[in-house]
């Protein structure tokens, strides 16, 4: 399956969006099409050919053109700005007709209609006023046209039908003013272009505004260099980024970005991952480790093997990953783009009824002023343009401040549901702790210093590939110690090793090993017991029959899990650690991070299993894992959240993936969800409360009580300033940092 996306113009309201994908969905092949109204793009799953997509677009009324890659971005992006600047343009040149018939009108200045001379002005006026409909607003009528067409309606239709109407009716008047009573002969051309000219201000500052909240993915296209340093036939030469191949060897200097993916074959470095992991501390890296595209180097200078390019990028895949999120709709979206689909229609009925009872049952020689004002102004007041940007405003904004912290969101439901889940499962291995032995403790016995045991120790441990060896020479290497020449080396099955280190015999192993050679544990048998409580293995080390001491390894704790598990705790979560491993080992782990429920000896396969039960409960249930084993469980849950470090397994399972390998972004991620939804029920709550407040106020319901009728002028630029609030509601989220509450 491809997935496709499109830049598409045209495109102005929630009702729009819903004619979009409609058209889009009706294409044979299409499995989902998603349209981002505060985007302005299409993102199509399916196998059908780009030229089908482009002509359903055409066909609803809109316009559309493919987005392949970085370089359509950037037109895309100057093709916005262009726009910008028109919008601004168009609404100068509406002020300037509309601004000084107001002010001179508000003056008292303007002939009336009783004279030639006057009839003449305003026939000038009116022909003034024509154009400025033709030029600034005449986008909002070739859209309302198309919509026609397509037997649909949308905010073009409302602003077209509102303006259009006050030119009309004030041509109407001058030509044939005999027609109304005196009270009503009173042209509208300077509302009609203040509307314009509001409209297309507030859509200028709109777009502004919008273009903050993709700030995210920008930033994630910039970390892309456009160069790489690649050696071929042992000659180094600049080339495009594109022409960069798998297994080329590319050499990198000191801070200069990382072109593409890769193994380091030569030289070592610290590398800047912040950009990619939200973790500000430069990973050190040496041969053999892995690089990522743009990340930074910092000091060193090294070459590396390109193994993953283009699109297989881990950036590119992010940059994808982020887009994919920004343009999926969760489920409170989809609710609002259902109401928004009736709502212009809705709309229009009441325009007619608004029109037909003060035509009917207004005040004698005003009947035909107030209809035209009023229906004016509900049109104008109406337009759902709020309600369409309420949800994917808040979605695009919320999306890229967790990519900024290292958290990548698959979808919008995602985003949504991990703000509501109330109980965690933590998977131990490798999410909690390390993932890998490493030696905790040194307790020496006798003359023994700690150094000096963990040399001896390490010796042995040469020759062998036990992963507790594995550890032992890991924890020497730490120390910088040198290793001392071991000879005899043996392994005994189930107990542990033997060799000979400068003439003695050194063992090494469990207990049941020094009892079988006659070696005395009762020195180290309380720190053996304190290890085990730990759940730490305690390995013993004896030399010439004596023992020197006792060595503590076990899967370490994350240094930073008991820290995270406690911001989950203080989210309201309840956290249940769930292992494979025995029931002592997985509740002294438990007891040293602060959990209080524990599912020890579960099988990989049961996993899912334990996520279905708490759900059976009426638990809402969160799984964090990290190993193939956990995909089923991470599928299976609410919301699957992957350790970053972990299987690409398990990152594909899961709804949610952390790049760091800190349980921090959990409650990061869960503090992004809260506040996301909660600014976007500010939006809808926002919209809603501005249409069913405006709406009846703008059709005259005031009038009756208190006298008062709202100016459609007004009514221009509060639908205006609805739009524009709400996205600046929205880019409040891109201030907002984990952990902060607002």
Request: glycine residues 10%; aromatic residues 6%; charged residues 20%.
């Amino acid at each position: 399956m491809t997935t496709t996306r499109l830049s598409l113009s045209g495109i102005s309201c929630a009702g729009c969006v819903s004619s979009v994908e409609t058209a889009l969905n009706d294409v044979e092949g299409v499995v989902t099409a998603n349209v981002n109204f505060a985007e302005h793009s299409a993102t199509i799953e399916g196998d059908v050919p780009v030229a089908a997509l482009l002509d359903a677009v055409s066909n609803a009324g809109y316009g559309a053109a493919e987005l392949r890659g970085i370089a359509d971005e950037g037109e895309k992006e100057a093709a916005e700005m262009a726009h910008y600047r028109t919008l601004l343009r168009k609404a100068a040149v509406a002020a300037a007709i509309g601004a000084p018939l107001f002010v001179l009108g508000m003056s008292g200045m303007l002939p009336g209609l009783a004279s030639n001379d006057g009839r003449l002005f305003w026939l000038i006026v009116g022909a003034l006023t024509l154009g400025v409909l033709v030029y600034s607003g005449g986008h909002f009528f070739t859209g309302a046209w198309k919509s026609a067409r397509n037997h649909n309606a949308n905010m073009d239709t409302l602003i077209a039908l509102g303006t259009g109407t006050a030119w009309f009716f004030s041509m109407v008047i001058i030509a044939l003013p005999e027609w109304v009573p005196p009270s009503a002969q009173h042209a509208y051309f300077e509302a009609a272009a203040i509307i314009i000219a509001l409209i297309n201000l507030g859509s200028a500052l709109e777009m502004r505004a919008r273009g903050k909240t993709s700030e995210a993915i920008k930033r994630l296209i910039g970390l892309q260099p456009k160069t790489a340093r690649v050696i071929r036939n042992g000659i180094e030469m600049d080339v495009a980024i594109d022409e960069v191949g798998l297994d080329d060897t590319l050499r990198v200097r000191p801070g200069e970005r990382i072109a593409v993916d890769g193994d380091i074959i030569e030289g070592h470095s610290s590398v800047d991952e912040s950009m990619l992991t939200g973790e500000p501390i430069p990973v050190q890296k040496q041969q053999g480790d892995k690089v990522v595209a743009g990340t930074i180097n910092k000091l060193g200078t090294f070459l590396f093997r390109a193994r993953r390019i283009g699109k297989d990028t881990a950036l590119a895949q992010i940059i994808e990953m982020v887009r994919a999120a920004q343009s999926s709709k969760p489920a409170i979206g989809r609710l609002a783009d259902k109401v928004s689909s009736i709502f212009v229609p809705t709309v229009l009925i009441i325009a007619v009824l608004t029109f037909l009872a003060w035509f009917n049952f207004g005040p004698s020689g005003q009947a035909w002023t107030l209809a035209i004002v009023t229906t004016m102004t509900v049109l104008i007041i109406a337009c759902p343009c709020a309600l369409g940007l309420a949800t994917p405003i808040s979605i695009m904004v919320g999306v890229g401040k967790a990519a900024e912290f290292g958290t990548l969101i698959r979808n919008g439901d995602a985003l949504q549901q991990a703000g509501r889940l109330d109980t965690l499962i933590l998977d131990k291995t490798g999410t909690v702790t390390e993932g890998k032995p490493s030696v905790t403790e040194l307790v020496s016995a006798g003359d023994w210093k700690q150094d000096e045991l963990l040399r001896w120790a390490a010796s042995i441990e040469q020759g062998s590939e036990h992963p507790l060896a594995e550890a032992i020479l890991d924890a020497a290497s730490d120390r910088q110690l040198s290793l001392l020449d071991a000879e005899g080396f043996t392994a005994i099955a189930g107990r542990g090793v033997m060799a000979s280190v400068e003439g003695r015999r050194v063992l090494l192993g469990n207990r049941q090993l020094m009892l079988e050679n006659d070696v005395d544990t009762g020195v180290v048998e309380e720190v053996a017991s304190a290890f085990m409580r730990k759940a730490q293995t305690p390995v013993f080390v004896a030399v010439a029959g004596d023992m020197a001491g006792v060595i503590g390894i076990a899967d370490a704790i994350k240094a930073d899990s008991k820290a995270a598990i406690r911001r989950l705790q203080d989210l309201g979560l309840k956290v249940v650690l769930l292992t494979g491993d025995n029931q002592a080992t997985a509740e002294a782990v438990a007891q040293q991070v602060g959990i209080d429920q524990v599912f020890a000896d579960v099988l990989p396969q049961d996993k899912a299993a334990k996520v279905a039960s708490l759900q059976q409960q009426g638990e809402r249930v969160g799984m964090v894992g990290d190993g193939i084993n956990d995909a089923p469980a991470l599928a299976r849950a609410d919301v699957g959240f992957a350790i970053g470090t972990g299987t690409d397994v398990a990152i594909e399972s899961a709804d949610i993936t952390l790049m760091r390998g800190s349980l921090h972004g959990v409650p990061d991620a869960i503090n992004i969800s809260r506040q996301t939804v909660r600014n976007i029920k500010q939006n809808l709550f926002g919209a809603f409360i501005y249409n069913s407040l405006g709406i009846p106020v703008a059709a005259g319901l005031l009038f009756p009580i208190i006298g008062i009728l709202l100016n459609p002028m007004i009514a221009g630029g509060a639908m205006a300033m609805s739009s524009l609030t709400v996205v600046s509601n929205a880019n409040r989220l891109r201030f907002y940092k984990p952990g902060e509450e607002s």
